[in-house]
């Protein structure tokens, strides 16, 4: 009897857990319905979680997975060209401390807990470093590749779309959908994205049918799909959509898509509507900033909802584009939490946890 217990416990604390890691597993299906898998008993891990094998490395030791940090950071710009061997050189360790400043972490040039934590959690695919000018801490002022004020930045060169340009036209790509969401839904949940930001901004969206012809086109796409940033699967790069005036906005086909957490169990859930929202950011000319919480903030945890737009990115796109006229600022907060589901999964298993903790407290 004390060793069920035991098993008990354990599994009551992964049940409730669920929604707080980032990392897949597997686990036999004894759950009653509606309960989710617990996190940390999945086996199939995004394409960063062997960074965990990194904790406490410091510059001179030599790992095993070091090569994919390498390029890890030499995709975020981190690192330009790394050597890609197993040593942990000056360069990784001053790409670690830039990351570190980046988002917000103790700057120390090692892979501490926490840092491994952020690396491995879900990102968008633009770099967060350009031409070797960090885009996310640098708060002021011009050089000759970004222009930063405040918190939030722009693409080299600050582009935007044009003055002639102020009724944009979005579609979806017939070949590139993905079953799990109707297109119905798909339409709904991408369109009050756009509106999020057409609410701050001069600036109106509207779907279309003509593909073609669109001004932005938007597709779920797996792998190498022609442009040059390949998906990597499952809770890696989520998206990337790229500066005005190209309109290109691609999802990883291959992420466990939602359009409500509250009703998807799965551990690797990711809400479309975030996601939609950060990366339209992108395509008015945001780049990524260090204020967590706001939209255009790089990574998002699976099971995490955000889709407020926050004062900064509000400042930041109405410094490329100006304000709405209607727009009194009241639907923008200060500040934003990331929304967690995991209180909705707690809820939707109460029942049968309650009558577990019940039988562990006998």
């Known amino acids: 009897m004390p060793l069920l217990k035991l098993v008990l416990i354990v599994f009551f604390c992964a049940t409730i857990c669920e929604g707080f890691y980032p990392k897949k597993f597997s686990f036999p299906n004894v759950l009653p319905p509606g309960v989710p898998v617990p996190p940390f008993f999945n086996t199939s891990a995004g394409p960063w979680d062997c960074f965990k094998n990194l904790t406490d490395a410091h510059r001179g030791v030599r790992m095993n997975d070091m090569p994919t940090l390498k390029q890890y950071f030499q995709n975020f710009g981190y690192l330009s060209a790394p050597n890609l061997t197993d040593n942990f050189d000056d360069n990784v360790e001053t790409a670690v401390k830039t990351y570190q400043r980046n988002f917000g972490l103790n700057v120390t040039g090692k892979l501490d807990e926490e840092t491994v934590a952020q690396l491995m959690t879900p990102r968008c695919g633009r770099e967060d470093v350009i031409n070797g000018t960090s885009v996310m801490w640098k708060k002021n002022g011009t050089n000759g590749f970004l222009h ?38 798909m339409k709904t949940v991408i369109g009050r994205s756009f509106q999020r930001w057409a609410d701050v901004i001069p600036i109106t969206f ?7 012809n669109a001004d932005i086109k938007i597709g779920y796409f797996n792998k190498d799909h022609g442009d040059g940033e390949p998906f990597d699967g499952p809770l890696g790069v989520l998206a990337h959509s790229f500066s005005p005036e190209d309109g290109r906005f691609h999802l990883d086909a291959a992420e466990s898509w939602t359009i409500d957490l509250s009703s998807d169990s799965s551990s690797t859930a990711i809400d479309l509507e975030s996601i939609a929202t950060h990366e339209i950011g992108h395509l008015l000319g945001l780049g990524h900033t260090s204020v967590q919480g706001a939209i255009m903030y790089p990574s998002i945890a699976p099971r995490v909802r955000r889709v407020d737009l926050t ?21 923008v907060a200060t500040t934003q939490q990331d929304t967690s589901s995991a209180s909705s999964v707690i809820s939707s298993a109460s029942p049968f946890l309650l009558l577990l903790l019940s039988f562990l407290l006998l």
């Open 311 to 331: 004062e900064d990115d509000v400042a930041g796109v109405q410094y490329l584009y100006g304000s709405n006229p209607n727009y009194n600022g009241s639907a």
């Open 148 to 185: 930063a004020v405040k918190h939030y930045t722009f693409f080299p060169g600050n582009p935007r779309w044009s003055v002639l340009k102020r009724s944009l036209t979005y579609a979806f790509d017939p070949d590139n959908e993905v079953s799990e969401i109707t297109m119905a839904d």
């Open 206 to 212: 509207t779907e279309t049918d003509d593909f073609s």
